[in-house]
């Protein structure tokens, strides 16, 4: 009864608002009329001296239609114009009572004066939806992921509270496995936190250029560095430098996952292979283990937040299920493509494919 009641007086609300716009534009238009009218009667005065009564009455009746066509047109003209007001605040109205909503204002039949309006609005309730879902998914990420930890945490202390104080292997034991499940913990919100960032950037605003040759040389002796056991070969193709609209801090941070994933999961033969090449448009980087593979169940996973091949194993080996999702998202968000390809016992080729920046006529002519 209350939603029928709020809805009724919207409508009355809306016209008599188009009531009161079209007595608005009416009136003056009326005036304009009456004015004329009267001029005109003059002007008829002078010359033909007094003017018949019944020239009178037709002047009356002519002002009558004239006023009425007048407020007619006026009142259709004003329901025109706030055709789009009225789509905009209807959809206002549903985003407010439901911020997920599918109602947007409508663009068809739309004058130029309000259509870049109904787009800004449009483009604004996406981009807040969008907000509000990754929002929603961090919540319950963060509320499912962290419930183990905490879980193992409050256990620890239940057993120091019991027996900690007088068994010292008790206490040295529940305070390293604490501090190692806070670790994780920390890690793990850090790890969501740049996942939710990378589903949110705003490619259109990113100046920044990146030379990816160099930057995935870069990489590659780094992890040599740190990995002496491994091997790590390298095949660069790129005939010139492959320059991407990419921050160079997001480049290296895909780098690093994909790298170190391919370590992680590497068995008795510790070889990584790194693979430069360039098309035409676009730039590609691949990296190569050859470990244990993925069946196809679970290549068609692994790009899934928390998604872990081995619960067990990638918990010992330091991981969240986050890294490989994070990855993926930011090289979507610069416009371009990730994939895996897979088999048990024989390895993954994870394949980067990233639009290649190419310099403008104005800056190859200051270059020149």
């Not at 929002?135 to 930890?149: A, K, N």
């Not at 870069?218 to 193709?237: A, E, G, M, W």
């Not at 310099?359 to 020149?368: V, W, Y």
């Given at each position: 009864m209350t939603e029928t009641k709020k809805t009724t007086e919207k409508t009355l609300r809306?016209?008599?608002l188009s009531w009161q716009l079209a007595l608005g534009m009416a009136s003056g238009f009326f005036v304009i009329f009456i004015i004329f009218a009267f001029v005109l009667s003059q002007i008829l005065k002078q010359y033909y001296g007094r003017l018949p009564e019944t020239l009178y009455q037709w002047l009356g009746i002519t002002i009558l239609l004239g006023g009425l066509f007048v407020f007619g047109f006026a009142f259709?003209?004003?329901?025109?114009?706030?055709?789009?007001?009225?789509?905009?605040?209807?959809?206002?109205?549903?985003?407010?009572?439901?911020?997920?909503?599918?109602?947007?204002?409508?663009?068809?039949?739309?004058?130029?004066?309000?259509y870049d309006l109904v787009n800004i609005l449009n483009r604004m309730i996406d981009r807040l939806q969008s907000l509000i879902g990754a929002?929603?998914?961090?919540?319950?990420?963060?509320?499912?992921?962290?419930?183990?930890?905490v879980t193992i945490v409050k256990g620890h202390m239940d057993l120091l509270n019991r027996w900690g104080k007088d068994e010292p292997e008790v206490l040295e034991d529940s305070i390293k496995s604490s501090l190692a499940e806070m670790q994780r913990m920390e890690t793990l919100i850090n790890?969501?936190?740049?996942?939710?960032?990378?589903?949110?950037?705003p490619i259109e605003n990113v100046q920044e250029v990146t030379e990816v040759g160099?930057?995935?040389?870069?990489?590659?002796?780094?992890?040599?560095?740190?990995?002496?056991?491994?091997?790590?070969?390298?095949?660069?193709?790129?005939?010139?430098?492959?320059?991407?609209?990419v921050r160079q801090d997001h480049m290296e941070q895909i780098l690093i996952i994909l790298a170190d994933n391919a370590v992680k999961y590497s068995l008795d033969r510790k070889e990584i292979h790194f693979a430069l090449s360039q098309t035409t448009n676009r730039v590609e980087i691949g990296i190569q283990d050859f470990g244990e593979g993925l069946s196809s169940e679970d290549a068609a996973r692994v790009f899934d937040r928390f998604y872990r091949v081995d619960k067990a194993r990638s918990r010992a080996k330091g991981g969240n299920g986050l890294g490989l999702s994070i990855a993926q998202r930011l090289v979507k968000a610069y416009g371009g493509e990730i994939t895996l390809e897979s088999a048990l016992g024989s390895g993954s080729v994870f394949t980067i494919r990233l639009p290649l920046q190419r310099?403008?006529?104005?800056?190859?002519?200051?270059?020149?």
């Open positions: 809306r016209f008599t259709m003209l004003t329901r025109y114009i706030l055709r789009p007001v009225k789509s905009i605040k209807t959809t206002i109205e549903a985003f407010e009572d439901d911020p997920m909503t599918n109602v947007r204002a409508d663009r068809a039949n739309v004058n130029d004066e309000f929002q929603q998914q961090f919540v319950s990420d963060v509320s499912h992921e962290l419930r183990t930890p790890e969501m936190l740049n996942l939710t960032r990378a589903e949110q950037i160099g930057l995935v040389h870069r990489v590659f002796d780094n992890f040599k560095l740190i990995h002496p056991d491994f091997i790590f070969t390298l095949d660069d193709d790129l005939t010139q430098d492959a320059n991407v609209k310099e403008n006529k104005n800056d190859q002519k200051l270059s020149n």
